[in-house]
T-cell receptor, first 119, second 109 residues
Framework: GAVVSQHPSWVICKSGTSVKIECRSL??????MFWYRQFPKQSLMLMAT?????????EQGVEKDKFLINHASLTLSTLTVTSAHPEDSSFYICSARQKFFRNSNQPQHFGDGTRLSIL | AQRVTQPEKLLSVFKGAPVELKCNYSYSGSPELFWYVQYSRQRLQLLLR??SRESIKGFTADLNKGETSFHLKKPFAQEEDSAMYYCALLSGNTGKLIFGQGTTLQVKP
């Protein structure tokens, strides 16, 4: 149980386009989803926390107009990288937290990640 | 400040050798600590949480509040243990995980 599906797994696009990444909790309701960015051989950097039905909370230094987050339902959150440029190329990972996460054996369940390459 | 430090970027050992991946934390309250593993091209997986005090794939980790450490240990490393290992701290009631920088474990045959 507690599977998180992230789509697409890999996307290559031209500079200036916008890219949408989906994160779905398949068998549980995720009141909170987290979006991370990971550079090669580096740690996960939390970008934002999204709560269902409310605006996302962004970490310091993350441009909210560049990285649009929507969490419209208890099973889906999306991250849109707007007007993407080569410096936005990275590995983006989402995770989802169950409503009563302290009763769960894991605080967050992670997706497979999306490799974004901007040409 | 809430912080997790993994001092070693790379740890390289031979198969059968003991392994210890270091993790130190800084947290004002009662910490909840985890070890995650990321195998090549796979998702991040929970390996251990300190609360459960379990042993997974031969790995153990003990919380030492005096030394603010949560080192990951395995007595005999296997080649399939080669992966990236992250120590993480759960921050209060927000559910945010604070990750260390990660340590790449390379087990040579």
């Amino acid at each position: 149980g507690a599977v998180v599906s992230q789509h697409p797994s890999w996307v290559i696009c031209k500079s200036g386009t916008s890219v949408k990444i989906e994160c779905r909790s398949l068998d549980f309701q995720a009141t909170t989803m987290f979006w991370y960015r990971q550079f090669p051989k580096q740690s996960l950097m939390l970008m934002a926390t999204s709560n269902e039905g409310s605006k996302a909370t962004y970490e310091q230094g993350v441009e909210k107009d560049k990285f649009l987050i929507n969490h419209a339902s208890l099973t889906l959150s999306t991250l849109t990288v707007t007007s993407a440029h080569p410096e936005d190329s990275s590995f983006y990972i989402c995770s989802a937290r169950q409503k009563f996460f302290r009763n769960s054996n894991q605080p967050q369940h992670f997706g497979d990640g999306t490799r974004l390459s901007i040409l | 400040a809430q912080r997790v430090t993994q001092p070693e970027k790379l740890l390289s050992v031979f198969k059968g050798a003991p392994v210890e991946l270091k993790c130190n934390y800084s947290y004002s309250g009662s910490p909840e600590l985890f070890w995650y593993v990321q195998y090549s091209r796979q998702r991040l997986q929970l390996l251990l949480r300190h609360i459960s005090r379990e042993s997974i794939k031969g790995f153990t980790a003990d919380l030492n509040k005096g030394e603010t450490s949560f080192h990951l240990k395995k007595p005999f490393a296997q080649e399939e243990d080669s992966a990236m290992y992250y120590c993480a701290l759960l921050s209060g009631n927000t559910g945010k995980l604070i990750f260390g920088q990660g340590t790449t474990l390379q087990v040579k045959p």
